[in-house]
């Protein structure tokens, strides 16, 4: 999956985005919890575009959001919810960079 890197004003990577069209809310969530330090804090509801940030999470104790800008974009927003956390940014990016539509890893 191709991934996007999003950046401060000071060029430091604060997240990244990611096309929903070959992965949907659900799927982001599967694919976090491949991830052996991340807690899912709040889950999208099943049957509801709920608020634009639909999932919260915690990596290493450092929270983190999934925003779909304006509830019905083409893209996600996977952002560090403050600097503490932004160094963990790369690492969840590498998993999204490896993951395919079919729902294999690459890497």
Known sequence: MHTSPTHDDQGHLTGFEISNLLINRGGVVKLLRT???VTITKSPKRWALDHDDFVH?????HLFKVIEPFGDNS????????AAG???????????DAHN?????DG
Not at 75 to 82: F, G, L, P, Q, S
Not at 87 to 92: F, L, R
């Open 86 to 96: 932004q160094g963990e940014v790369e690492g969840i990016r590498k998993v999204f």
């Open 57 to 61: 999470f915690t990596m290493n104790e």
């Open 75 to 82: 893209r996600y927003w996977i952002v560090a919810e403050d």
């Open 101 to 105: 539509f079919l729902g294999r890893f």
């Open 35 to 37: 991830i052996p330090t």
